[in-house]
């Protein structure tokens, strides 16, 4: 196929490069995961290129490069120069010119702060406007896109700037769909768009001069479990055991004391506290009884809110592995101020057993009472006590789902996560799903070089999408064009482009992002570490 020889405009600073000094020019255009490079191989006569020379080149000089064929030379490359080596010998002296795009301006500034309740969208656009200085409008049109994300809090202290970006760009959804792609334009404009969302104008039909096709089960993936917050209690309404005398999991009673009642007037949440009076008692102890026993083993906590008033003083919290009082129990002794309410959390399982005194054969996977009682002073004292949102907490919520499909044919291959941001089982149930289906097949990664591709005025860009068709391999699909190369040869007058494609299945974002991305407790949580 014939095709025109390569074109090139090279500029830096207030100086053209001519063509004819260009050994060898490769620009690497990147997205996403990387920026973009270039590298120049440029004849130095007569020091041309040097300090004191007529076009004394120079590190920090921005530029632009352009490549194209006969009068189409679009503009690949907005650049600055940040490495010159000069080459020489009796009868050859060069100069070679490297560098990255505008992007490298991502990597300048660390940011610290908080973003709080804020879409995607706009805490890129605050990054670029007031730390990387990249302009996000072309022709009065906004480059960085919308999102359907918003974030409810963010906080980062010296994070790089590319690195926030990156995190919005991997965990932002669009229309149900996880992930965005960001790149600095050829003419140096920042652009942030959904994965799969531009399609080049580039035809690859019979221009495929040489291609490597893989697929690899590196990155499979076929049981997945996923980790939620430590947020996970008994009852799941941290409430509910305080807000009747007779919950739906069991039932409050008198152990020792006078009357037992619900208190709507003193309380900390919902609408009852749980109140027992005591008179002519050495203690005052009520006692909440479960329908069935409940397995405490993966929690961390026990936690209730307690107030005690009279001649009540010391507190102690008993648990019970059978219905009788006297084996098979733990008790952990605690002090609070009279008459104020006050947070108490109690660590339980193997863990902090040392810090209860076992009694019998208790055991955490069974646990069927619970008790807490009050002092008082020798056998006639008066006291109340008032018991609020008690329960078992800090255990992860969690997932686990898996392919045995996958697994027949690749084997067990597991992943773990851990998401602060999930607050149900349910959620991380869809988590689970969405990563079962992105990773339970193959990747596949295709290289292809050409040296007759004529892109016209519209370049190959990465994160645009290309239809390919291979059929010597079966494949007629769009790819996602991961990185671009061009590298023009002056010796040979050719122009090479090299694709970096991949193709994956889309990530899913209704296990979180589209369904609950926008509720207060979804807060992401970076401080102080990278992304």
């Given at each position: 196929?014939?095709?025109?020889?390569?074109?090139?405009?090279?500029?830096?600073?207030?100086?053209?490069?001519?063509?004819?000094?260009?050994?060898?020019?490769?620009?690497?255009?990147?997205?996403?995961?990387?920026?973009?490079?270039?590298?120049?191989?440029?004849?130095?006569?007569?020091?041309?290129?040097?300090?004191?020379?007529?076009?004394?080149?120079?590190?920090?000089?921005?530029?632009?490069?352009?490549?194209?064929?006969?009068?189409?030379?679009?503009?690949?490359?907005?650049?600055?120069?940040?490495?010159?080596?000069?080459?020489?010998?009796?009868?050859?002296?060069?100069?070679?010119?490297?560098?990255?795009?505008?992007?490298?301006?991502?990597?300048?500034?660390?940011?610290?702060?908080?973003?709080?309740?804020?879409?995607?969208?706009?805490?890129?656009?605050?990054?670029?406007?007031?730390?990387?200085?990249?302009?996000?409008?072309?022709?009065?049109?906004?480059?960085?896109?919308?999102?359907?994300?918003?974030?409810?809090?963010?906080?980062?202290?010296?994070?790089?700037?590319?690195?926030?970006?990156?995190?919005?760009?991997?965990?932002?959804?669009?229309?149900?769909?996880?992930?965005?792609?960001?790149?600095?334009?050829?003419?140096?404009?920042?652009?942030?768009?959904?994965?799969?969302?531009?399609?080049?104008?580039?035809?690859?039909?019979?221009?495929?001069?040489?291609?490597?096709?893989?697929?690899?089960?590196?990155?499979?993936?076929?049981?997945?479990?996923?980790?939620?917050?430590?947020?996970?209690?008994?009852?799941?309404?941290?409430?509910?055991?305080?807000?009747?005398?007779?919950?739906?999991?069991?039932?409050?009673?008198?152990?020792?004391?006078?009357?037992?009642?619900?208190?709507?007037?003193?309380?900390?949440?919902?609408?009852?506290?749980?109140?027992?009076?005591?008179?002519?008692?050495?203690?005052?102890?009520?006692?909440?009884?479960?329908?069935?026993?409940?397995?405490?083993?993966?929690?961390?906590?026990?936690?209730?809110?307690h107030k005690i008033s009279g001649d009540a003083f010391a507190c102690v919290i008993m648990l019970y592995s059978t219905t009788s009082y006297t084996d098979h129990y733990a008790t952990y002794a605690y002090t609070i101020e009279k008459d104020r309410w006050e947070n108490v959390q109690i660590p339980i399982g193997k863990e902090a057993e040392d810090r209860w005194r076992i009694w019998g054969n208790f055991t955490w996977s069974s646990i069927?009472?619970?008790?807490?009682?009050?002092?008082?002073?020798?056998?006639?004292?008066?006291?109340?006590?008032?018991?609020?949102?008690?329960?078992?907490?800090?255990?992860?919520?969690?997932?686990?789902?898996?392919?045995?499909?996958?697994?027949?044919?690749?084997?067990?291959?597991?992943?773990?996560?851990?998401?602060?941001?999930?607050?149900?089982?349910?959620?991380?149930?869809?988590?689970?799903?969405?990563?079962?289906?992105?990773?339970?097949?193959?990747?596949?990664?295709?290289?292809?070089?050409?040296?007759?591709?004529?892109?016209?005025?519209?370049?190959?860009?990465?994160?645009?999408?290309?239809?390919?068709?291979?059929?010597?391999?079966?494949?007629?699909?769009?790819?996602?064009?991961?990185?671009?190369?061009?590298?023009?040869?002056?010796?040979?007058?050719?122009?090479?482009?090299?694709?970096?494609?991949?193709?994956?299945?889309?990530?899913?974002?209704?296990?979180?992002?589209?369904?609950?991305?926008?509720?207060?407790?979804?807060?992401?949580?970076?401080?102080?570490?990278?992304?």
């Amino acid at each position: 196929m014939s095709v025109e020889i390569p074109k090139m405009a090279v500029a830096f600073g207030q100086y053209g490069i001519p063509q004819a000094d260009v050994v060898e020019c490769r620009v690497h255009l990147g997205c996403t995961k990387e920026v973009s490079s270039f590298e120049l191989l440029l004849q130095n006569w007569n020091g041309k290129y040097s300090p004191n020379g007529s076009i004394p080149l120079s590190v920090g000089m921005d530029g632009s490069i352009s490549i194209g064929r006969g009068t189409n030379i679009p503009q690949i490359i907005t650049c600055r120069i940040e490495s010159l080596k000069y080459q020489s010998s009796p009868v050859e002296n060069y100069a070679r010119v490297s560098g990255r795009c505008w992007g490298e301006r991502l990597f300048r500034r660390v940011f610290t702060g908080t973003f709080i309740n804020q879409k995607g969208e706009d805490i890129v656009k605050h990054l670029l406007d007031y730390y990387v200085g990249l302009s996000h409008t072309r022709d009065s049109t906004e480059l960085v896109e919308a999102t359907d994300t918003t974030y409810a809090k963010l906080e980062y202290k010296d994070t790089p700037v590319y690195d926030i970006i990156r995190y919005i760009a991997g965990s932002a959804d669009k229309q149900g769909f996880i992930g965005f792609d960001f790149r600095i334009a050829p003419d140096g404009k920042f652009e942030f768009f959904p994965r799969m969302s531009k399609t080049s104008s580039v035809s690859l039909s019979e221009l495929i001069e040489e291609y490597e096709y893989s697929r690899d089960i590196h990155r499979v993936r076929n049981k997945i479990t996923i980790y939620g917050a430590a947020d996970k209690s008994v009852p799941l309404d941290k409430d509910a055991w305080t807000e009747s005398l007779t919950p739906a999991d069991g039932a409050w009673s008198v152990l020792i004391g006078s009357t037992l009642s619900l208190d709507n007037s003193d309380k900390v949440r919902g609408n009852y506290s749980v109140k027992l009076y005591a008179a002519g008692q050495s203690e005052l102890a009520a006692v909440f009884t479960l329908n069935n026993a409940i397995d405490v083993s993966l929690y961390k906590h026990l936690n209730l809110w307690h107030k005690i008033s009279g001649d009540a003083f010391a507190c102690v919290i008993m648990l019970y592995s059978t219905t009788s009082y006297t084996d098979h129990y733990a008790t952990y002794a605690y002090t609070i101020e009279k008459d104020r309410w006050e947070n108490v959390q109690i660590p339980i399982g193997k863990e902090a057993e040392d810090r209860w005194r076992i009694w019998g054969n208790f055991t955490w996977s069974s646990i069927k009472r619970i008790r807490v009682s009050a002092d008082l002073p020798g056998t006639s004292g008066t006291g109340t006590e008032w018991i609020d949102s008690l329960f078992f907490g800090g255990r992860r919520y969690s997932a686990t789902q898996e392919d045995t499909n996958s697994q027949n044919v690749y084997g067990l291959r597991e992943l773990t996560d851990t998401d602060e941001e999930l607050y149900s089982d349910n959620e991380c149930n869809l988590r689970a799903k969405a990563l079962l289906d992105y990773y339970k097949n193959p990747a596949e990664q295709l290289t292809v070089k050409s040296t007759v591709i004529d892109y016209g005025n519209t370049p190959l860009l990465p994160g645009d999408k290309i239809h390919v068709t291979l059929p010597n391999e079966n494949v007629d699909a769009d790819f996602r064009i991961e990185s671009v190369e061009y590298r023009v040869d002056a010796k040979t007058q050719t122009l090479e482009v090299t694709l970096e494609l991949g193709r994956e299945t889309p990530l899913l974002a209704d296990y979180l992002y589209a369904l609950k991305s926008k509720t207060d407790h979804l807060s992401r949580y970076k401080v102080a570490r990278l992304i």
